[in-house]
Structure formats: C-alpha cells, structure tokens
Nanobody, 117 residues
Framework: QVQLVESGGGLVQPGGSLRLSCAASGISGIPFSEYTMEWHRQAPGKQRDLVAVISSGGSTNYANSVKGRFTISRDNAKNTMYLQMNSLKPEDTAVYYC????????WGKGTLVFISS
C-alpha cells in the first residue's frame, strides 16, 4: 500500500517562500517514476483544488493562480516530490495534499501552509 507523507509547511510572511516535500513509501512492483504526482490544496471552508501536476515523463502543469510562483518537481531516486512556493500570498493559505495516481489515487494527510504578516 502506497503511503504519502507531506512536510515543509509552516507560517510564512507574504512574499516569502516554502518548499513542500511529499515522500512516498510502500511502493512495490511499479516504480515511483511511473506515478503521476499532484499537489492539491484546501483552504478553510473551500473545496480541495488542484495546484500542480507532474507526469511520469516530467511534464508539468499548474493552476493559473500559482503559475510563475510555484514549481513542482520530483526525485524518482528518492521517491519524493516537491513544491517550491515563492512570492507567497495570504490566499495561498491552505492545507496542501500530495496525491499519487496509478490505477488508483493515494493521498497524504496534508501539511498546513499559513501566510500572514
């Protein structure tokens, strides 16, 4: 059973940066490199939204709200995905979730990002 653990969240002032990590474990058979990986976020009282996607081939896509500020990447040797977040805004405040897709969805428990002065 694939398990995902997010880390790197915290309290940051507007304009600051954070780097989130998502470590995958329990992967057997099909390697981590074959999974499509995603970051989602859920702000208080709102639905969970897709933030960024990185395919098994390394192609990336972003929500319009984070384009030019966030960068998704992966290190297949470490079974880990990252989200570099720059120029953070108060509206980026949310719980950020990691998702892995291969025949089914796997989710982490999330890490809180709080942007406030």
């Amino acid at each position: 059973q694939v398990q995902l653990v997010e880390s790197g969240g915290g309290l940051v002032q507007p304009g600051g940066s954070l780097r989130l990590s998502c470590a995958a474990s329990g992967i057997s058979g099909i390697p981590f490199s074959e999974y499509t990986m995603e970051w989602h976020r859920q702000a208080p009282g709102k639905q969970r939204d897709l933030v960024a996607v990185i395919s098994s081939g390394g192609s990336t896509n972003y929500a319009n709200s984070v384009k030019g500020r966030f960068t998704i990447s992966r290190d297949n040797a470490k079974n880990t995905m990252y989200l570099q977040m720059n120029s953070l805004k108060p509206e980026d405040t949310a719980v950020y979730y990691c998702n892995a897709k291969l025949f089914q969805d796997y989710w982490g428990k999330g890490t809180l990002v709080f942007i406030s002065s």
